[in-house]
């Protein structure tokens, strides 16, 4: 059985840092493309980065451009999205999501992801 869980999420100042991490049983995470996305109340889920398995391709919304990172260890089964520069609008619970590469058109539309955890909350706060 497939199940990814996420960690790492918390409460962190404007203009801090966190690193989410993202780890499965019942597959390898370096076989699959893998998303970050998060969910804001009241607002639909969005897509924030993703890495392929092939030459861990990235991709990255424009809002977290150059302040988010996506990265992997194959060694731990584990990727990470790592946040600086954090703002009150990255609040939201995010999540990581699995998919086979060859499946995916759109890597960060939530639809073409079949595999989720269950989600970590980042609340970004003074």
């Known amino acids: 059985q497939v199940q990814l869980v996420e960690s790492g999420g918390g409460l962190v100042q404007p203009g801090g840092s966190l690193r989410l991490s993202c780890t499965a049983s019942?597959?390898?995470?370096?076989?699959?493309?893998i998303g970050w996305f998060r969910q804001a109340p009241g607002k639909e889920r969005e897509g924030v980065s993703c890495i392929s398995s092939s030459n861990d391709v990235t991709y990255y919304a424009s809002s977290v451009k150059g302040r988010f990172t996506v990265s992997r260890d194959t060694a731990k089964n584990m990727v990470y999205l790592q946040m600086n520069n954090l703002k009150s609008e990255d609040t939201a619970v995010y999540y990581c999501?699995?998919?086979?590469?060859?499946?995916?058109?759109?890597?960060?539309?939530?639809?073409?992801?079949?595999?989720w955890g269950q989600g970590t909350q980042v609340t970004v706060s003074s």
């Open positions: 999501a699995a998919q086979d590469d060859w499946r995916v058109e759109h890597p960060l539309k939530d639809y073409e992801y079949a595999y």
């Open positions: 019942g597959f390898r995470l370096d076989s699959h493309l």
